[in-house]
Structures are given as structure tokens and as C-alpha cells.
Nanobody, 120 residues
Framework: QVQLVESGGGLVQAGDSLRLSCATSGRELNVVGWFRQAPGKEREFVAAISWAGTSPLYADSVKGRFTISRDNAKITVYLQMTSLRPEDTAVYYC???????????????WGQGTQVTVSS
């Protein structure tokens, strides 16, 4: 079983930057993805990366603003978020899966989430 723990969320202003971390218990699964869920909305894909370093995936809404990266030695995945907008406000979750995919059903293990709030 893979354990994931997110950290780094907080309250920021529009235009600010924030870096989320997802510490994992191992690399048994090939891919780590980030998802988010805003109040009253469905969970949506944000970004995903493989431990092998293949091209990361991004949602169109975050392309050019968010960057996903990994540290294989620390078995940690990061989500660097810049130019934050109020619509980025959500609980952000990281998840581990076998293949890079934008669908949440493709991920087997999930963290508890970290709140990101962007004020206007």
C-alpha cells in the first residue's frame, strides 16, 4: 500500500505563488498525479508525472502556470503554482497510479488533501 501526504497549502492572494509537496512511501506505482476539488464542484485533474520522467500531463486550465516535478531520492512530487487565481481555490489531492492519465479512476491511492485558498 502506498501512503501519500500532501503539504504546502495555505491562503494567498491572486498572483502569488505556492508550492505543494506530496511525500510518498515508495515508488511501487509509476505515476503521481495532482487533483483538486472546489466546494460544490467535481474533482478535476491538475497534473501528473511518472517517476521515470516521461513528459508530464497538465490540465489546460493550469498549463503555463503550474509545474509538476519529482525528487526520486526523496520520493516526493511537487506542484509549483504561480500566477494563482481565485478559481484555483480548492482542496488539492495527490494520488498514485500505474499509468499517466487524467481520470481519477486510474489512481489507486490518495492523500488526505491540502487546502489552497486564493483571495482576490
Amino acid at each position: 500500500q502506498v501512503q501519500l501526504v500532501e503539504s504546502g497549502g495555505g491562503l494567498v492572494q491572486a498572483g502569488d505563488s505556492l508550492r505543494l509537496s506530496c511525500a510518498t512511501s515508495g515508488r511501487e506505482l509509476n505515476v503521481v498525479g495532482w487533483f483538486r476539488q472546489a466546494p460544490g464542484k467535481e474533482r478535476e485533474f491538475v497534473a501528473a508525472i511518472s517517476w521515470a520522467g516521461t513528459s508530464p500531463l497538465y490540465a489546460d486550465s493550469v498549463k503555463g502556470r503550474f509545474t509538476i516535478s519529482r525528487d526520486n531520492a526523496k520520493i516526493t512530487v511537487y506542484l509549483q503554482m504561480t500566477s494563482l487565481r481565485p478559481e484555483d481555490t480548492a482542496v488539492y489531492y495527490c494520488a498514485a497510479g500505474r499509468v499517466p492519465t487524467t481520470g481519477g479512476d486510474g489512481y489507486d491511492y490518495w492523500g488526505q488533501g491540502t487546502q489552497v485558498t486564493v483571495s482576490s
